[in-house]
């Protein structure tokens, strides 16, 4: 049986996948992107936003708020991990722009 359902990683895009029962399409997709970023940022220590998978079961309830989403294909793994990248390394930018230490060290010891 199939079954379909929105997947994301951090703020990447919502794609359309469908899954076969049984198939571990899920675990294997998580385990690629988790081991790609921990590569690529190996001294970051939490990644857990951005390896976070968000899956959503498509009901027909909502099959028409999902009808037009990108459907997840051989590309997709590839686009979620570009955005995964390009979000993780502004937000080490934002970080080291927001590292105050040399002034933060003076201001510790007034």
């Known amino acids: 049986m199939k079954k379909e359902c929105i997947v994301s990683f951090g703020n990447s895009t919502e ?19 988790k081991s790609y970023l ?3 940022f190996p001294d970051l220590n939490s990644l857990n936003f951005y390896d976070k998978m968000t899956v959503i079961p498509v009901t027909p309830e909502n099959e028409d ?4 989403y990108k459907e ?12 995964l990248s390009r979000e993780v390394e ?7 722009l927001n590292d105050n230490a040399p002034w933060s060290s003076a201001t510790a010891k007034m």
């Open 72 to 83: 997840f294909d051989s590309n997709s793994i590839d686009e979620i991990k570009a955005v």
């Open 38 to 40: 921990a590569k690529k």
């Open 65 to 68: 708020k999902y009808r037009g």
């Open 15 to 33: 794609y359309r996948l469908t899954l076969t029962e049984g198939a571990s399409q899920v675990a294997d997709l998580k385990e690629e992107v």
């Open 90 to 96: 502004g937000s080490q930018s934002v970080r080291e």
